[in-house]
């Protein structure tokens, strides 16, 4: 872990400037509890990545984040932290030097791989904690203490179509709603077939309340879940998900009341529209398509 306030160019740098236009949407007031707010965001990738990118412009003065990978050419696509220049490099350290270049007074924490045995402690000192991790068992143990710390996380789900979901410290966690094989199990001892049925328990609640099957390549997307391709991402839909978060993270700071739920919605960029979950009768109708439709899928792997 490192921490330290900004450096630099700080001598030209006024947080009243850098924040004088967010003014007519926040009120002065409502800056300074932006200011004094603080914010996990684990996993700084794509969506993570535009989150946390959105939260340090609005002005949030106290941020952690943690990420265990460096950056690739292939994260270039989608990844707002990631240019030629920062190929190879630990993303901890490139993202920590971008945001002073924004913001030389934000006091950061950053973690890597060492940050599953603190998340007892950030949780505590972060109420607001965003997942940008497509690891399903560090995802679980995320959720789990901040039942226990009266945190809220803010995800996404995996969809081709941006997402967004709000759990509170008493909503159902994913794998309880979704019935994820992971209940009771220490999440170390998660498996990767128990990892795989998560995974197939989102896509088929996906696909039962959006239209998201209808916006991706179904064999490709076959591929991702037998494991022999990698999984999706386009940064329009990367990139808008991560600033909902953002959104959902003010929304919280500022006590404002948000119509997203541990259930979220769907916002379909091709049609303008936001898709929210279906109601019982139409979604069990829907879901036995979907079921024979992955069975199909996962038989032909």
Not at 65 to 71: C, G, K, L, M, T
Not at 112 to 131: E, H, K, M, S, T
Not at 151 to 159: K, P, W
Request: aromatic share 8%.
């Amino acid at each position: 872990m490192a921490s330290l306030a900004g450096a630099g160019a700080a001598g030209q740098f006024s947080y009243g400037s850098f924040t004088q236009r967010n003014i007519g949407f926040v009120t002065e007031a409502e800056q300074r509890r932006i200011r004094d707010a603080r914010v996990f965001v684990c996993g700084v990738g794509g969506m993570g990545g535009a989150a946390l990118l959105s939260l340090v412009r609005a002005g949030v003065g106290h941020l952690a984040f943690a990420d265990i990978d460096r950056f690739e050419v292939s994260n270039l696509n989608r990844q707002v932290f990631a240019f030629l220049h920062t190929v190879g490099v630990n993303k901890v350290e490139a993202v920590h030097r971008q945001l002073l270049d924004i913001n030389p007074e934000v006091e950061i924490e950053n973690w890597g791989v060492d940050w599953v045995d603190q998340v007892d402690a950030l949780l505590q000192r972060y109420p607001i904690a965003i997942n940008g991790m497509d690891d399903i068992r560090c995802g679980i143990l995320l959720y789990r203490t901040a039942r226990e710390r009266g945190a809220t996380v803010i995800d996404a789900y995996t969809s081709p179509l941006p997402s967004v979901t709000v759990v509170r410290p008493h909503s159902p966690r994913p794998e309880e709603r979704l019935h994820y094989p992971s209940v009771g199990k220490n999440w170390r001892d998660i498996s990767k077939e128990d990892a795989l049925v998560c995974l197939l328990r989102e896509i088929e609640y996906v696909m039962t309340h959006s239209s998201s099957s209808e916006h991706i390549d179904l064999g490709i997307a076959a591929e991702v879940v037998a494991g022999t391709r990698s999984r999706m991402s386009f940064a329009p839909m990367v990139i808008t998900t991560g600033n909902l978060m953002c959104f959902e993270a003010i929304n919280l700071i500022l006590g404002w009341r948000s119509g997203t739920d541990h259930r979220g919605y769907f916002f379909n960029p091709w049609t303008a529209r936001v898709e929210r979950p279906r109601s019982p009768p139409v979604a069990w109708a829907t879901r036995l398509v979907v079921r024979r439709f992955l069975k199909r899928m996962i038989d032909g792997r």
